[in-house]
């Protein structure tokens, strides 16, 4: 078993919902249930229960079987989201000026906005059409300053489908500079405790078709709302 194996093994089977978190890689691999069924030959019922969390937590055996079935239709598909994962850092991966938190479940764009107390800023319409699988908390001034572009992967995690959330921001542009040159992008930034947002950051925020948000929760609160996802 190669080390992404491993890893999607070891986060099935530490989860306090195996399911939900077996339908988390299968959506990350972009994977219908259907699909998936028809590959192991067992019924998308069968599979549904398992996400559901419905019938009794999947053995080794089965982990095996499910994790083989993703990387082989992704092989069959060209092998693009396996290369992909493979080049990011393991999960939950921190430093001293940034934390990662992989979610067991995806959630929307809008649930995760109102989760946090969130104030829209730029481009509300793209939230419901995005859904996220985990968040990456930096401290704004030393990502700019001290992150070479080749460290510049690890803040994604298992995927770019994740929102960054910026600390120690005095007006949001650099943060966007930032978001703005980088090859990988999140999928939603929010900058902690800032009142008002500068007009280039909104409109870098535009430019990319990323919803650009602001809370006035702090970095504890904001870890123990989504601890739970």
């Not at 919902?17 to 972009?30: I, V």
């Not at 280039?200 to 809370?215: G, S």
């Amino acid at each position: 078993m190669d080390s992404l194996q491993e890893w999607i093994a070891g986060e099935i089977t530490l989860s306090d919902a195996p399911g939900s978190t077996m339908k988390k890689w299968r959506e990350l691999f972009g994977i219908s249930q259907v699909e998936l069924a028809k590959h192991l030959k067992i019924s998308t019922s069968t599979i549904s229960d398992y996400e559901g969390n419905r019938r009794a937590s999947p053995g080794v055996g089965i982990i095996k079987r499910f994790i083989a079935a993703l990387i082989e239709i992704d092989q069959g598909k060209g092998g693009e989201v396996a290369r992909n994962l493979q080049k990011f850092s393991k999960p939950k991966e921190e430093s001293s000026f940034f934390f990662l938190h992989d979610f067991s479940t995806p959630i929307s764009g809008v649930d995760f906005a109102r989760l946090i107390d969130a104030k829209i800023v730029a481009n509300p319409n793209y939230l419901d059409t995005i859904k996220l699988f985990g968040y990456t908390m930096l401290d704004s001034l030393r990502v700019i300053l001290e992150i070479s572009p080749s460290d510049y992967p690890r803040l994604f995690g298992t995927t770019t489908e994740r929102a960054f959330i910026f600390d120690q921001v005095s007006t949001g542009r650099s943060p966007m500079v930032v978001v703005r040159v980088a090859p990988i992008k999140p999928k939603i930034v929010v900058i902690q405790n800032l009142d008002q947002v500068d007009k280039l950051a909104i409109k870098i925020a535009q430019i990319e078709h990323i919803p650009l948000l602001t809370t006035k929760l702090n970095a504890d609160e904001l870890k123990l709302r989504l601890s739970n996802i």
